[in-house]
């Protein structure tokens, strides 16, 4: 039986990342088949499989390819309780599971997620894009000096977004990406709270401009999801957004592939920032975090 990962059709979604491919059935997909996907993921780190519609067990058999599997750390949304890695979010009209800011997934654990597999099982008729953004570009493109800031730096996540403060980790504004060993931003909205060799006001200030950065259009891919379509990205180098305007039922099923420790360009020259005036109450979580993790 001929290989049929020769027979991929790859389209090329955007100028920053994104590919459609065309050509197989991922619940037929063999281990030769997993090693094209995720040099094509490799190169253009989010990609996407029209009319697919795999099974739950199809769905986990694919991810299983790719790494060992994980429940998410603060949701349990297995509709039928038997498959812990296995997850489902339903939303109408924009009310619901909408992971409706930028994010790299779980950034608050000591090794966020590595790839994630996400079956659109309903699509709404009216709205409810997805956009990602390329981390790789977001810093190559940053100038010299502030590359450089950023190399030194770690930051602070946490999951009070899931109503879960007192998860948190520290990571590296800039990581290496442990396969292809490029340099990309890792730091978001959702999850990132504070820069620690900053004040917390410097922190701010930071944080906001990179969260903006890293967002431009140019950076970007938009995906219009049909019904059926699975999509594969690399949480390593890439944020995405859920276009929170949609009209209808959208219900989304997704695997995790488990991650690893994120690595940084350089280890920092700086110490922890540490307040002498009233404002040192601002780095408690801060300074309880960095001796878990000394």
Same mark, same amino acid.
């Given at each position: 039986?001929?290989?049929?990962?020769?027979?991929?059709?790859?389209?090329?979604?955007?100028?920053?990342?994104?590919?459609?491919?065309?050509?197989?059935?991922?619940?037929?997909?063999?281990?030769?088949?997993?090693?094209?996907?995720?040099?094509?993921?490799?190169?253009?780190?989010?990609?996407?499989?029209?009319?697919?519609?795999?099974?739950?067990?199809?769905?986990?058999?694919?991810?299983?390819?790719? !790494?060992?599997?994980?429940?998410?750390?603060?949701? #349990?949304?297995?509709? &039928?309780?038997?498959?812990?890695? $296995?997850?489902? @979010? +339903?939303?109408?009209?924009?009310? !619901?599971?909408?992971?409706?800011?930028?994010?790299? #997934?779980?950034?608050? &654990?000591?090794?966020?997620?590595? $790839?994630?597999? @996400? +079956?659109?099982?309903?699509?709404?008729?009216?709205?409810?894009?997805?956009?990602?953004?390329?981390?790789?570009?977001?810093?190559?493109?940053?100038?010299?000096?502030?590359?450089?800031?950023?190399?030194?730096?770690?930051?602070?996540?946490?999951?009070?977004?899931?109503?879960?403060?007192?998860?948190?980790?520290?990571?590296?504004?800039?990581?290496?990406?442990?396969?292809?060993?490029?340099?990309?931003?890792?730091?978001?909205?959702?999850?990132?709270?504070?820069?620690?060799?900053?004040?917390?006001?410097?922190?701010?200030?930071?944080?906001?401009?990179?969260?903006?950065?890293?967002?431009?259009?140019?950076?970007?891919?938009?995906?219009?999801?049909?019904?059926?379509?699975?999509?594969?990205?690399?949480?390593?180098?890439?944020?995405?957004?859920?276009?929170?305007?949609?009209?209808?039922?959208?219900?989304?099923?997704?695997?995790?592939?488990?991650?690893?420790?994120?690595?940084?360009?350089?280890?920092?020259?700086?110490?922890?920032?540490?307040?002498?005036?009233?404002?040192?109450?601002?780095?408690?979580?801060?300074?309880?975090?960095?001796?878990?993790?000394?």
């Amino acid at each position: 039986m001929p290989n049929v990962s020769t027979q991929l059709e790859v389209e090329r979604l955007s100028g920053s990342l994104g590919a459609e491919i065309r050509g197989l059935s991922l619940a037929e997909a063999n281990p030769q088949d997993a090693e094209r996907i995720h040099a094509l993921l490799m190169e253009h780190q989010v990609l996407f499989f029209p009319g697919q519609h795999p099974t739950p067990d199809e769905h986990l058999t694919f991810g299983r390819m790719f !790494g060992e599997l994980e429940s998410h750390p603060n949701l #349990d949304l297995d509709v &039928e309780r038997e498959r812990p890695e $296995f997850f489902e @979010l +339903h939303a109408i009209d924009g009310a !619901g599971g909408v992971a409706d800011e930028w994010h790299s #997934d779980i950034t608050f &654990e000591p090794q966020p997620s590595k $790839f994630a597999i @996400l +079956h659109m099982k309903v699509c709404p008729e009216i709205g409810g894009d997805t956009l990602w953004a390329n981390a790789y570009r977001a810093y190559d493109e940053l100038s010299a000096p502030m590359q450089a800031l950023c190399e030194g730096l770690t930051a602070l996540h946490d999951a009070s977004s899931h109503l879960v403060p007192e998860k948190m980790h520290i990571h590296p504004v800039v990581r290496v990406h442990p396969e292809t060993g490029k340099r990309s931003l890792f730091v978001n909205e959702h999850f990132t709270r504070r820069i620690v060799e900053l004040s917390d006001a410097e922190s701010t200030m930071l944080l906001t401009y990179l969260s903006q950065w890293i967002h431009q259009p140019r950076f970007t891919v938009r995906y219009r999801w049909s019904a059926g379509t699975v999509a594969m990205w690399d949480n390593r180098c890439t944020q995405h957004h859920v276009l929170n305007d949609f009209v209808g039922e959208r219900v989304i099923q997704r695997v995790t592939v488990m991650g690893d420790d994120p690595q940084a360009a350089k280890p920092s020259p700086w110490e922890p920032y540490g307040s002498k005036t009233a404002s040192f109450w601002r780095d408690t979580k801060m300074r309880e975090q960095l001796k878990r993790q000394r």
